[in-house]
């Protein structure tokens, strides 16, 4: 049922779930077009936005095959997520894929992440 007040949600690049983002929608010509949770664009979820606060970037697994490219890139909503994440200091994924990341998270093939966890073992130590 739809009403003119609404809880936001947002919807995590990372993980893909939707929370609640503790703002109230409200309709301004009081119309009811609002689901009771409404999902207004993407953001980060606390649990993540905490590790982009420390300075990792969220690397996401996805199924190349399952994905949509859109100029050789996922967008989140495209995104067939194999429930693979893994973070990695931003520093450090700016020298592997040798750009620098500005988003807080970057969708990746299969394999990434395995070579990028071995590559890590021998990096946390002194951390
Ligand atoms: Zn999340």
């Known amino acids: 049922m739809k009403s003119h007040v609404g809880m936001e949600q947002k919807v995590c690049p990372v993980c893909g779930q939707a929370f609640d983002t503790g703002a109230i929608l409200l309709d301004k010509r009081l119309r009811n077009t609002l689901e009771r949770k409404t999902v207004t664009g993407w953001d ?36 067939y997520r194999t429930g693979r994440i ?15 990341i500005k988003s807080p998270v970057a969708f990746v093939e299969p394999g990434v992440v395995d070579a990028l966890e071995k590559m890590q073992e021998g990096e946390t130590s002194g951390d």
């Not at 690397?59 to 989140?76: A, N, Q, R």
């Not at 893994?86 to 620098?100: L, N, T, Y």
């Open 44 to 79: 980060l979820c606390p649990e993540h936005a905490k590790q982009w606060e420390k300075g990792y970037i969220a690397l996401v697994e996805c199924d190349p095959e399952k994905s949509t490219f859109t100029d050789g890139t996922i967008k989140p909503q495209d995104a």
């Open 86 to 100: 893994v973070h990695i200091r931003k520093a450090a994924a700016d020298r592997i894929f040798d750009v620098e």
